[in-house]
């Protein structure tokens, strides 16, 4: 369901979405579900508990918006579960009674493997609302529709649990505890709250690639085993080599990723400002917001930030802003949101008027360029434009081998304005065959 249906389905406003930064003023957590122990009244199936949430949106110009939402807590909430022993009003798909055990996975597991939990042959699979919150808000509409997909597909054998709106499983957030570290805690005691609701006839497994809180939380409950990713893949699915490969190229991928980052850092780019910087600065106007949009007859040298529709305090500017060079446009693609800083009116420059046959002539372009604008660089990105790219492969002998089947390559897009994109494939043979 999307976010503002979760709250209605569950009795409540508007309960999902948004990242948290501060969870409800009251809460009641059950000893069994390993929160701290606190004598309270018994509730009545009907019974709900009201609570206000306040979260910290963004909207999709960039803007933090502050909201205040009704948070209802209650006793009965679906489990989805054929081995419920408390009567629950499951209904439509259910985790089959055949299965050997159930496996939650983390939010960070979630949002790094989803490919691999699209699996079939991975079986009684329980998404917490936690989780999907954070994928919908931290990944994109994209990734959230795959989520989204995958629990509706009959074929697939997982279901979501309303983590949040259980009066025992829900815990709140504490104060200076950050966002992820509440994510993690809260899956966790939801996890416990499975397996003493199903009167621990089925073991659960909670996956997670943090190693904190899996020597925290690994031997605290009998019957709930909390273990890394890979751990789980290798012990439960040995013969799965499908899954095994996929997650060596995706653990293979985010590693050349965090290096090159490393690599480039202080170098090349300097390092996009953090958000709530950049949403300060636009509310007093000393940065911008705006959308990139990239010349295409010199995607490498220039590009404009247009502020249309945009509304920024107390900048006056009618025109677009030019974006000189790669460095000044920082990482930033076409289509995304950006912050942009304005240079001093000794640096502006001038569009370039007449296309040159080599982009490098730096002398050809000093001498076609127009009257001086508007010129900034690019200091943050408030929201990426991710979508799919058509791309075409080098030839074979530009191709970098990177070992174990896998390969390294270096591929052009069809749009002029997307720079060169290098991806990791055990295919690339057959890639490099395949023809329109």
Same mark, same amino acid.
């Given at each position: 369901?999307?976010?503002?249906?979760?709250? +209605?389905?569950? &009795?409540?406003?508007?309960?999902?979405?948004? +990242?948290?930064?501060?969870?409800?003023?009251?809460? =009641?957590?059950? !000893?069994?579900?390993?929160?701290?122990?606190?004598?309270?009244? !018994?509730?009545?199936?009907?019974?709900?508990?009201?609570?206000?949430?306040?979260?910290?949106?963004?909207?999709?110009?960039?803007?933090?918006? +502050? =909201?205040?939402?009704?948070?209802?807590?209650?006793?009965?909430?679906?489990?989805?579960?054929?081995?419920?022993?408390?009567?629950?009003?499951?209904? &439509?798909?259910?985790?089959?009674?055949?299965?050997?055990?159930?496996?939650?996975?983390?939010?960070?597991?979630?949002?790094?493997?989803?490919?691999?939990?699209?699996?079939?042959?991975?079986?009684?699979? =329980?998404?917490?609302?936690?989780?999907?919150?954070?994928?919908?808000?931290?990944?994109?509409? +994209?990734?959230?529709?795959?989520?989204?997909?995958?629990?509706?597909?009959?074929?697939?054998?997982?279901?979501?649990?309303?983590?949040?709106?259980?009066?025992?499983?829900?815990?709140?957030?504490?104060?200076?505890?950050?966002?992820?570290?509440?994510?993690?805690?809260?899956?966790?005691?939801?996890?416990?709250?499975?397996?003493?609701?199903?009167?621990?006839?089925?073991?659960?497994?909670?996956?997670?690639?943090?190693?904190?809180?899996?020597?925290?939380?690994?031997?605290?409950?009998? @019957?709930?085993?909390?273990?890394?990713?890979?751990?789980?893949?290798?012990?439960?699915?040995?013969?799965?080599?499908?899954?095994?490969?996929?997650?060596?190229?995706?653990?293979?991928?985010?590693?050349?990723?965090?290096?090159?980052?490393?690599?480039?850092?202080?170098?090349?780019?300097?390092?996009?400002?953090?958000?709530?910087?950049?949403?300060?600065?636009?509310?007093?106007?000393?940065?911008?917001?705006?959308?990139? %949009?990239?010349?295409?007859?010199?995607?490498?040298?220039?590009?404009?930030?247009?502020?249309?529709?945009?509304?920024?305090?107390?900048?006056?500017?009618?025109?677009?802003?030019?974006?000189?060079?790669?460095?000044?446009?920082?990482?930033?693609?076409?289509?995304?949101?950006?912050?942009?800083?304005?240079?001093?009116?000794?640096?502006?420059?001038?569009?370039?008027?007449?296309?040159?046959?080599?982009?490098?002539?730096?002398?050809?372009?000093?001498?076609?360029?127009?009257?001086?604008?508007?010129?900034?660089?690019?200091? @943050?990105?408030?929201?990426? %434009?991710?979508?799919?790219?058509? =791309?075409?492969?080098?030839?074979?002998?530009?191709?970098?081998?990177?070992?174990? %089947?896998?390969?390294?390559?270096?591929?052009? !897009?069809?749009?002029?304005?997307?720079?060169?994109?290098?991806?990791?494939?055990?295919?690339?043979?057959?890639?490099?065959?395949?023809?329109?």
């Amino acid at each position: 369901l999307p976010a503002c249906a979760w709250g +209605r389905k569950m &009795g409540g406003r508007k309960a999902g979405g948004g +990242r948290p930064s501060c969870l409800p003023r009251s809460a =009641v957590v059950s !000893p069994a579900a390993g929160g701290p122990s606190a004598a309270q009244p !018994p509730l009545s199936g009907r019974t709900m508990i009201k609570t206000e949430k306040v979260l910290h949106l963004r909207s999709c110009k960039g803007r933090s918006v +502050r =909201v205040v939402r009704e948070h209802y807590l209650r006793e009965r909430v679906p489990c989805h579960s054929s081995r419920c022993q408390a009567a629950c009003r499951n209904e &439509g798909k259910l985790l089959a009674e055949n299965a050997t055990h159930y496996v939650i996975p983390d939010w960070k597991v979630v949002q790094d493997y989803l490919e691999i939990l699209e699996f079939p042959e991975l079986r009684g699979i =329980v998404f917490m609302q936690t989780a999907c919150q954070a994928v919908q808000h931290q990944k994109g509409r +994209r990734q959230y529709n795959k989520l989204r997909n995958l629990l509706k597909d009959a074929r697939h054998e997982c279901v979501m649990f309303f983590n949040e709106f259980q009066l025992y499983s829900y815990v709140p957030r504490e104060q200076g505890e950050s966002v992820e570290k509440w994510q993690t805690r809260c899956i966790y005691y939801a996890t416990v709250w499975y397996y003493n609701h199903l009167a621990g006839l089925m073991p659960v497994v909670m996956v997670t690639e943090d190693a904190e809180a899996i020597q925290k939380y690994g031997s605290e409950t009998d @019957g709930v085993f909390v273990v890394s990713f890979k751990s789980y893949l290798e012990n439960f699915w040995p013969d799965l080599e499908a899954v095994h490969e996929l997650y060596e190229s995706i653990v293979q991928s985010r590693k050349e990723r965090e290096c090159e980052n490393q690599e480039k850092n202080g170098k090349e780019y300097l390092e996009h400002l953090p958000l709530e910087i950049l949403e300060a600065g636009i509310k007093s106007g000393r940065y911008i917001l705006g959308v990139i %949009n990239v010349n295409k007859h010199r995607s490498q040298l220039e590009a404009f930030v247009r502020t249309q529709g945009l509304t920024n305090k107390k900048s006056e500017l009618e025109m677009d802003i030019l974006i000189c060079g790669t460095k000044a446009r920082n990482r930033a693609i076409q289509g995304d949101a950006v912050a942009v800083e304005l240079l001093p009116r000794n640096e502006w420059k001038g569009r370039v008027s007449v296309l040159c046959e080599n982009e490098s002539e730096e002398k050809a372009t000093e001498e076609t360029e127009s009257e001086p604008m508007a010129t900034g660089r690019v200091v @943050g990105i408030i929201q990426r %434009n991710w979508r799919d790219y058509v =791309v075409s492969f080098p030839p074979k002998e530009e191709i970098q081998s990177q070992g174990k %089947n896998t390969r390294k390559i270096l591929v052009t !897009p069809w749009d002029y304005r997307i720079p060169r994109i290098r991806i990791s494939t055990q295919q690339a043979e057959s890639l490099q065959l395949w023809k329109c």
